[in-house]
C-alpha cells in the first residue's frame, strides 16, 4: 500500500497563492505517476496536473494552465502544486493520487487509473 497526505490547503483571497504537498510513504514512490485532482461542492472530480515518474512529463488541466505548477522531490516521496494567481473557482478539496503503468496523457487525467488517493485538503479562494 501507498499512501498519501496532504497539507498546505487553506483560505485565501483571490490573487494570491498556496503551496499544496503530498507525503508518501509504503512504498517506493519513485515507482509511481502522481496526479492532483480536485473536487467542488456538487461538481464531479476534475483533474488538476499529472507528472511523470521522474519530472520531465507534466500535463495540466486547461483552467488551471499558467497558474498551477506540479512538481515532486522523489528523494522526498513528496509531490506539490504550487497554486499562484487563484480564484474563486480555484475552490475545492484537493487530492493528491497515484498510478502505476505509462504515462499516456489520456490516461493520466482519469481519476479510476489512479490507484492511490490521499484524504484531500480543502482550498478556498475568496472574492
Known amino acids: 500500500q501507498l499512501q498519501l497526505v496532504e497539507s498546505g490547503g487553506g483560505s485565501v483571497q483571490a490573487g494570491g497563492s498556496l503551496r499544496l504537498s503530498c507525503a508518501a510513504s509504503?512504498?517506493?514512490?519513485?515507482?509511481?505517476?502522481m496526479g492532483w485532482f480536485r473536487q467542488a461542492p456538487g461538481k464531479e472530480r476534475e483533474f488538476v496536473a499529472a507528472?511523470?515518474?521522474?519530472?520531465?512529463?507534466?500535463h495540466y488541466g486547461d483552467s488551471v494552465k499558467g497558474r498551477l505548477t506540479i512538481s515532486r522531490d522523489n528523494a522526498k516521496n513528496s509531490l506539490y502544486l504550487q497554486m499562484n494567481s487563484l480564484k474563486p473557482e480555484d475552490t475545492a478539496v484537493y487530492y493528491c493520487?497515484?498510478?502505476?503503468?505509462?504515462?499516456?496523457?489520456?490516461?493520466?487525467?482519469?481519476?479510476?487509473?489512479?490507484?492511490?488517493w490521499g484524504q484531500g485538503t480543502q482550498v478556498t479562494v475568496s472574492s
Open positions: 493520487a497515484a498510478k502505476g503503468g505509462g504515462w499516456i496523457q489520456s490516461i493520466v487525467i482519469e481519476s479510476s487509473f489512479y490507484n492511490y
Open positions: 509504503g512504498r517506493t514512490f519513485s515507482s509511481y505517476i
Open positions: 507528472i511523470s515518474r521522474s519530472a520531465p512529463s507534466t
